[in-house]
């Protein structure tokens, strides 16, 4: 038999049976790890993306056999554990995605092996903490708490000690709790919106646990940015975190029950005549891509795919139809814009740079790497270190592009290009970026 190496048809991703007898099977899952990783033996085109590819053909490569089979199966789980589920080796690198024959889909592989390893021991309380985002941060956001928690962050003795007994490094980038910020952006007198070819005009925009508790300004940002654009912009003030974090922790009845708290806000707002937006790429990605794969049956599921957009995505979509206000102040002068691993496997195009680049006086320089940061990778005593190390040529291009301002799409990816460089500077979000160029 011929083996094709790619396929002529588009690679697709396939529904996750997560609710499928087998899915769980400690030996159907360790079969078709073994099944997975022989192929990526073979083919190894993926080795410089994330930890989980050398830590796999180390296995290999000093086992007995040098093949997978000399590997021990109760290793294959430190394999996983350096997954974070970026997507990245799917939706850039393999060829063997469905439909072709072999069938790899090495992050929903991945996925399987967290869920399976979920059920079948319970995670650790520090794993529990910082992957329920929605409790965990308006509980350090409230009034006396916050300012307990960003002084705490700051004092040696206490970050030594949250290493030693809760497994955060003490070196960690850890995000500021801000109070919950209900005013509204500054509003325009707006005229009625006018729909373009893909959008209505109205934006919801889901604040997301980050921009809700840390980094409220960049939502504020957004808004600004689409009113000033003829958007009708709201904020969507009751729906709570995206489980994306609960996602890479395998804790796939989490997702569920994250996604049945918000779908109603969500489609409340669609019949409101409103298209949805993050600022976070993360969360978009899971309301376009991971939830509807693990509900392909939902119909409300499907209807919040098709309205969620990404920021940038919306003002290129509102450009061509020549509904995009272009009336820029500021020059930006020289950008260092980080391109986040979540937005680039939206295959929706570089439109942050796109639409920077309009700005006049302005020259992107675009980086697609991976900033380290990936979730509460870069913040666990025993990733810390390689979330550094992956960092490391995000941070040297930002360095050597000599920049005025630097950013990325993740405004977490943007705190850790900031902790990587350390010389006192901040990363700023293309959103916030676009607001200073309208002078706004
Ligand atoms: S999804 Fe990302 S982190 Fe996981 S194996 Fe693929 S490239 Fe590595
Ligand atoms: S995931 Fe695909 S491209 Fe990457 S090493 Fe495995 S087979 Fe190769």
Redesign the pocket.
């Known amino acids: 038999m011929t083996i094709k190496e790619g396929s002529l048809e588009a690679p697709r991703r396939e529904p996750i049976d997560w609710q499928d007898a087998d899915f769980h099977d400690r030996d159907a899952v360790d079969a078709e790890l073994a099944r997975v990783f022989d192929v990526c033996h073979g083919c190894r085109r993926?080795v410089n993306?994330?930890e989980?590819?050398p830590t796999l053909f180390d296995l290999i490569d000093e086992s007995d056999t040098m093949e997978v089979d000399g590997v021990d199966r109760g290793d294959y789980g430190k394999v996983v554990e350096?997954?974070?589920?970026?997507?990245?080796?799917?939706e850039t690198k393999c060829p063997y995605l469905p439909p072709h024959e072999w069938r790899i889909d090495?992050?929903h592989l991945?996925l399987r092996a967290k869920a399976t390893r979920f059920k079948e021991q319970r995670p650790r309380w520090r794993d529990r903490l910082i992957t329920s985002t929605g409790l965990t941060f308006s509980t350090l956001s409230a009034p006396g708490v916050r300012q307990l928690a960003n002084g705490a962050a700051k004092l040696s003795v206490i970050r030594g000690l949250g290493e030693r007994l809760a497994g955060i490094h003490r070196d960690a980038p850890l995000p500021t709790f801000h109070g919950r910020r209900r005013r509204a952006a500054a509003r325009q007198p707006l005229d009625e919106p006018v729909a373009g070819e893909r959008t209505s005009g109205r934006v919801a925009v889901y604040a997301t646990c980050y921009g809700e508790h840390n980094d409220p300004q960049v939502v504020e940002d957004l808004l600004c940015v689409l009113r000033h654009n003829g958007i009708d912009a709201k904020r969507l003030d009751d729906a709570t975190c995206c489980a994306m974090p609960k996602l890479e922790l395998g804790d796939l009845d989490g997702v569920a029950a994250n996604k049945d708290a918000n779908l109603p806000v969500f489609l409340a707002a669609i019949d409101d005549g409103y298209d949805l937006m993050s600022i976070i790429p993360s969360c978009v990605l899971m309301y376009r891509q991971e939830i509807p794969l693990l509900f392909p049956d939902d119909e409300d599921v499907a209807r919040v795919k098709t309205a969620f957009f990404d920021p940038f995505e919306y003002l290129v979509a509102r450009r061509r139809d020549g509904l995009a206000n272009l009336d820029f102040k500021h020059p930006l002068g020289k950008v260092a814009y980080h391109a986040a691993c979540h937005q680039r496997v939206q295959a929706i195009g570089q439109r942050t740079r796109e639409f920077l680049a309009l700005v006049p006086d302005t020259e992107v320089t675009m980086i697609e790497r991976c900033s380290g940061h990936d979730g509460t990778y870069a913040v666990k005593a025993e990733t810390y270190d390689k979330a550094m190390k992956i960092a490391r040529p995000v941070v040297r291009m930002v360095r050597d592009a000599d920049a005025d301002t630097y950013g990325s799409d993740c405004p977490m990816a943007g705190r850790m290009i900031e902790h990587g460089l350390d010389d006192g500077t901040a990363a700023t979000h293309p959103i916030s970026m676009l607001r200073r160029a309208y002078g706004i």
């Open positions: 993926c993306l994330c989980a590819f350096q997954c974070y589920l970026c997507d990245l080796c799917a090495f992050p991945m």
